[in-house]
């Protein structure tokens, strides 16, 4: 970290900075400019209250060295990729559908999902056995019933699993069905449950808080790094503006942004980021135009009976239709991924 001092700081206010960076066990060294004075901060980061300083008289300003994010961060490791059962997301050679319905229902509702998804071409299951909902009232998901439903259409498609854990004393009974631990957009600040998934031996699947900045969604994907948990996959989801023509406003931007700031896996799931079945593939074809490496699509066999998202899911048939006119935009992806790939190697 560097200060800055004000060009008019008094030498005692300067000294009493220097102090300051020595109180914390940190070294400070001196450079003199003709009206203000650099104040490189030296030793580990962690030991620094940046803001203490920030408040003393005469200085200007703190220029953080080191990204807060420092695991995530795109520079820490180059670029990695995650491992959800036997399906790659990441640094790969093809897009990841991870596809079905938002509420696992009945058994035979998520049997036939499955089969149907899985002959389009998904690689994962998804299905919410815990539904974080905005009423009590409304349908809270079948628990552990649902889990086993979802173990079993795993068992019968080989497709890996995906769900949400809502709170960390569902976490072990989550654990024992799931492949991959889904971080809701209301839990994406819920640190308690965050550090619970970073110890994890499972991957989880984060996605961006409603009204979270990027920076804040990479911030919470640091706090399961920080626990251990290497593989966290990164989710724009749309978030609230005042636009009201679609459920939420998609951040398309937020791939590439991700992408370039962290090394993490991204993926887009045009479902709830539009609320719409209509915008589902023209959001998909998006995503994968701009380079995510994966999608999340809600589909369901009878959209109008669905007990959750209905209006979002697509209906079997019309998630087939969206996979065959995504092929010309996943070949193109793949094209630009191998091309990124061997730019990367030379
Ligand atoms: C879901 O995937 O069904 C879901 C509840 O997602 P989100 O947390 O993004 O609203
Ligand atoms: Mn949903």
Redesign the pocket.
């Given at each position: 970290m560097i200060v800055i001092t004000q060009p008019n700081a008094t030498e005692e206010q300067i000294q009493r900075i220097i102090t300051r960076v020595r109180e914390f066990g940190l070294e400070a060294q001196i450079s003199r400019g003709a009206s203000r004075v650099i104040i490189g901060v030296i030793g580990p980061e962690a030991l620094l209250r940046e803001k203490q300083i920030a408040t003393m008289a005469g200085v200007e300003a703190i220029i953080p060295v080191l990204k807060p994010y420092k695991l995530a961060a795109r520079d820490s490791r180059g670029a990695s990729s995650v491992v959800v059962g036997d399906v790659r997301l990441g640094e790969h050679e093809d897009v990841v559908l991870i596809c079905g319905p938002?509420s696992v229902e009945s058994r035979e509702q998520i049997l036939s999902i499955s089969t149907i998804v899985k002959e389009s071409g998904a690689k994962i299951l998804?299905g919410?056995a815990f539904?974080?909902r905005t009423s009590p009232y409304s349908f809270q998901g079948l628990r552990e019933e649902g889990l086993r439903f979802l173990a079993e259409a795993r068992m019968k498609t080989g497709l890996p699993v995906v769900t949400?854990v809502m709170d960390p004393r569902d976490l072990s009974m989550i654990e024992k069905y799931a492949d991959c631990l889904?971080v809701?957009?209301?839990n994406m600040h819920n640190f308690s449950l965050l550090k619970e998934v970073g110890r994890s031996r499972l991957p989880v699947l984060l996605?961006r808080g409603f009204s979270a900045t990027i920076y804040d969604l990479i911030m919470s994907a640091e706090y399961i790094l920080n626990e251990g948990n290497p593989n966290v996959i990164l989710c724009e989801?749309g978030i609230r503006t005042f636009e009201t023509a679609t459920r939420n406003t998609c951040d398309i931007a937020a791939i590439p942004v991700l992408d370039e700031m962290t090394h993490l896996p991204v993926i887009l799931?045009p479902s709830?980021a539009t609320g719409k079945r209509s915008l589902v593939p023209a959001l998909s074809r998006a995503g994968v135009a701009i380079g995510a490496d994966g999608l999340?699509v809600?589909v369901h066999p009878c959209p109008e009976k669905a007990i959750?998202?209905g209006a979002q899911s697509l209906t079997l048939e019309s998630f087939r239709q969206m996979m065959r006119d995504l092929q010309p935009y996943i070949r193109l992806w793949k094209e630009q991924r191998a091309a990124k790939q061997a730019a990367a190697v030379a």
């Open positions: 938002c998804r919410g539904k974080p949400e889904q809701g957009t209301r996605k989801r799931d709830h999340i809600e959750s998202d």
